[in-house]
Structures are given as C-alpha cells and as structure tokens.
C-alpha cells in the first residue's frame, strides 16, 4: 500500500496569515498517462464528512475559494491556504488515487493562533 | 445536483453482518463514468477506503484486503443505489461510514456512525 504521511500533526496560523500543510507519498503518484499526480486535499469539520477541494494534485474543486492552492508532484505535495479564515479551522487530509487501495493521510489539525 | 443518502442501523452485534445503503439522487449507479466507494472513518484507524463498484459495459468490484474476505458492495440499478455487506464484524469495525463517489471523492454521503456492540 502507499503510505501517505502529513506533516504537521496540528498547525496554529494567525487569520489572514498563510498556513501550508505537507504530505509525502510512499510511493510516486504521477499518472503518466495523462501527466497529472492523483493526489486530493480534503477539508473535513466535527460532524461532516470530508470534502473535496483539491484533485490532481493542483485543480480546485468548484466552489473552492482561491485562497486554497495545491502543488507538488511525484511523492512531495502541499497544501497552502492564503489567508486563513475563521472558517478553514478543520481537519485537512491529503490521499492517493494513484493504486488500489487509495490511501489517506493521518491529518492534520489546523487552528487559529 | 448530485446527493447520495445513507441509511442502516447504528448498531451492530458482535459476529452479524453490517448493512448499509446508499441511494443515489442527481447520477446513475450504472453510471459509464463514475465509480461507488465505501468509506469508513475511526481513531485508530483513520481514513480507510473500503472498497467500490463501478459498470464499464459490466460490473466490477475492488476490495481492500483487510476486509477483502467479509465485504461484498452490491448496486441496484432498480432502486440506484449500492449497499455494503460486511460480514462477522467485530469491535474494531466501529467506525462511520460513508458512501462517496469516484477516485477523489467529490460527493459523500452524510455518514452513519456504526457501533459494534452486544
């Protein structure tokens, strides 16, 4: 299984301030056929279930604002919001679609400094 | 716009079977293009993608091994909707569940905690 791993563990940003969140593959996700690493961020509150706001990597999911942004490629990605909002306090988890079975990182835990 | 709505039991004894459903609104279980994932979610285990069915011109089912011998995800075209069958659950299955749609899971069901007690 590819193992994906977060880092941090929980993250405290300032509003209005950038927040960037890690996450390494075990294996590569690059998706030669159509040059995109099938990798997804999602945001998940208490009591909800995850959503979607980033897949291949880097394409934001409509609806999304644009203060959220993915890059990366290969094992290496990251996750960055702008300008933190009050609303993005949540859970953030980045997964693989790359090969059976698809596989989430451990989360990380963003909060307001 | 595209829903998918959970139902089954919170509860589950030790050695049954666990049962879920999920209805789908606004897409088609037989759908050429989308695939129907099991999802479930626990502290110790995290995020842990269960399995899916999909139909490319016929049916196709993919299982994680750590479940791959008491799972079964079964569509309905009748009723559009896909359900999970897991077999002889144990304490280590409680979880929430969730229904979800294709390889990034773009739409998820609500979720149904599912504890495994006697």
């Known amino acids: 299984d590819i193992v994906m791993t977060q880092s941090p563990d929980s993250l405290a940003v300032s509003l209005g301030e950038r927040a960037t969140i890690n996450c390494k593959s075990s294996h590569s996700v690059f998706y030669s056929s159509n040059n995109e690493n099938c990798l997804a961020w999602y945001q998940q509150k208490p009591g909800q279930p995850p959503r979607l706001l980033i897949y291949w990597a880097s394409s934001r999911e409509p609806g999304v604002p644009d203060r959220f942004s993915g890059s990366g490629s290969g094992t290496d990605f990251t996750l960055t919001i702008s300008s933190l909002q009050a609303e993005d306090v949540a859970v953030y988890y980045c997964q693989q679609y790359f090969i059976l079975p698809f596989t989430f990182g451990q989360g990380t835990k963003l909060e307001i400094k | 716009q595209v829903q998918l709505q959970q139902s089954g039991p919170g509860l589950v004894k030790p050695s049954q079977t666990l049962l879920l459903t999920c209805v789908i609104s606004g897409d088609s279980v037989s759908s050429n293009i989308a695939t129907w994932n099991w999802i479930r979610q626990s502290p110790s285990r995290g995020l842990e993608w269960l399995g899916r069915?999909?139909?490319?011109?016929?049916?196709?089912?993919d299982y994680a091994l750590s479940v791959t011998s008491r799972i079964t995800i079964s569509p309905d075209t009748a009723k559009n909707q896909f359900s999970l069958h897991l077999n002889s659950v144990t304490p280590e299955d409680t979880a929430v569940y969730f229904c979800?749609?294709?390889?990034?899971?773009?739409?998820w069901g609500h979720g149904t905690m599912v504890t495994v007690s006697s």
């Open positions: 069915t999909y139909y490319r011109s016929k049916w196709y089912h």
């Open positions: 979800a749609r294709n390889s990034a899971f773009d739409i």
